[in-house]
Each structure stands twice: as C-alpha cells, then as structure tokens.
T-cell receptor
Framework: NAGVMQNPRHLVRRRGQEARLRCSPM?????VYWYRQLPEEGLKFMVY????????ESGMPKERFSAEFPKEGPSILRIQQVVRGDSAAYFC??????????????FGPGTRLTVL | AQSVTQLGSHVSVSEGALVLLRCNYS??????LFWYVQYPNQGLQLLLK??????LVKGINGFEAEFKKSETSFHLTKPSAHMSDAAEYFC????????????FGKGTTLSVSS
C-alpha cells in the first residue's frame, strides 16, 4: 500500500521561473494538505483541498502561489515567478476524510525546492 | 494564535538512556497536540496525539507524552533509547478546532550513540 507520493523530490529553479510540485495522495484519500518548511523553521500550513475544491487557503501567500486537486490526477502546488525566498521543503499530506482529532494526516517525503 | 516551541534542536543520548524531547505550545482554543517522527528521505509519521481525555498518551515504538495544561507542555519521552530511534521529531498543534491545519515546531534531531 503506497504512501503519499511527491515528485520531484528535488527541484532547482532560477528566479522568475515556475515551479510545479505534485502530490499523489494515498489510495482512497480525497483530502490533501500542503505545508511549507522554510530553513530553520517548522512546517507551516498552506492550503487544504478536496477533489476540485479549495477548502482552506488561509496559509497561502496572496500572490504567485496556487494549488489545485483535480478530479483525476495528483494535486499540484504551483509557484509562479519564483524568488530565492521560496526555497524550502514542501510537504503534502492526505487523509481519507477531513482531518480532525480522529483522522490522521499522512505525510509524503517532501519536495526540496532550491531557487538560484 | 497557535504556536509551538521545541527546546533543543539537537538531543544526543546513549543507547538505553532516557529520551526526553521538549515541546511547549500556545493555543487560543483547546489544543490537539501531536508528535511526528521523520526518518531520512521519508514522510512524517504520527507517533502519538492528544485530543481529549487521559493526559498521558502512549504511542508507537514505546514513546509516550504527557499533556500538562498548567505548563502548556507536551514533552515526549521514552524510557530506553534504541539506535533505531535516531530521527527528527516534530511537535505540532492544531491551528483550528477542526484539526485540518497543523502548526509544527522547528523539530529536534535525536542522535543515539552506542
């Protein structure tokens, strides 16, 4: 039973380019969460999605960042016109129902984004 | 606003010694508290969680944590460290009452020597 898959595991972009991070949730999971870990910081919540819906994007930067979770295929976190400050580890988690005190979030291994 | 502070970015113990990883939190709502472990090149794995009820929570691999409201703490302990416990440990608190968003501490790297 495969866990949460993220790809690529490492991504290098130059300033101004676009970064696309992919997350395939565990089988049977329809809820996806994205977190960002800046250097020397803890993971910070970015966005919570269900299939075709953004439920909570309170942690997303207002500009350049977007996320989607289409009916078919992986969830995508897109960062347009990347800047050096976007360099971080981006983690995806999934759950079969909405995470709560009773429903655990299962995490992927993360994508390490480096902006040159 | 919710926040988590993990005291000590690195902790080193000898095999067989007590493991104590410290976590303090700040929360404006009744907190849900979590400890996750991350092994190299793997995702975060849930060790244990506190939601309501008993304040001493037992988790996997012999770990346990005690919720102390008066101290706003949720320290992680294990009586006897194994080499396989070497990893990075994250404490987290729910950012909302629904528990759909978590706020993590910066992590503590545990080293175990023989």
């Amino acid at each position: 039973n495969a866990g949460v898959m993220q790809n690529p595991r490492h991504l290098v972009r130059r300033r101004g380019q676009e970064a696309r991070l992919r997350c395939s949730p565990m089988k049977g999971h329809s809820h996806v969460y994205w977190y960002r870990q800046l250097p020397e910081e803890g993971l910070k919540f970015m966005v919570y999605l269900q299939k075709e819906n953004i439920i909570d994007e309170s942690g997303m930067p207002k500009e350049r960042f977007s996320a989607e979770f289409p009916k078919e295929g992986p969830s995508i976190l897109r960062i347009q016109q990347v800047v050096r400050g976007d360099s971080a580890a981006y983690f995806c988690a999934s759950s079969p129902q909405a995470a709560s005190s009773y429903n655990e979030q299962f995490f992927g291994p993360g994508t390490r984004l480096t902006v040159l | 606003a919710q926040s988590v502070t993990q005291l000590g970015s690195h902790v080193s113990v000898s095999e067989g010694a007590l493991v104590l990883l410290r976590c303090n939190y700040s929360s404006s709502v009744p907190p849900y508290l979590f400890w996750y472990v991350q092994y190299p090149n793997q995702g975060l794995q849930l060790l244990l969680k506190y939601t309501t009820g008993a304040t001493l929570v037992k988790g996997i691999n012999g770990f346990e944590a005690e919720f102390k409201k008066s101290e706003t703490s949720f320290h992680l302990t294990k009586p006897s460290a194994h080499m396989s416990d070497a990893a990075e440990y994250f404490c987290a608190v729910s950012a909302n009452q629904a528990g759909t968003a978590l706020i993590f501490g910066k992590g503590t790297t545990l080293s175990v020597s023989s």
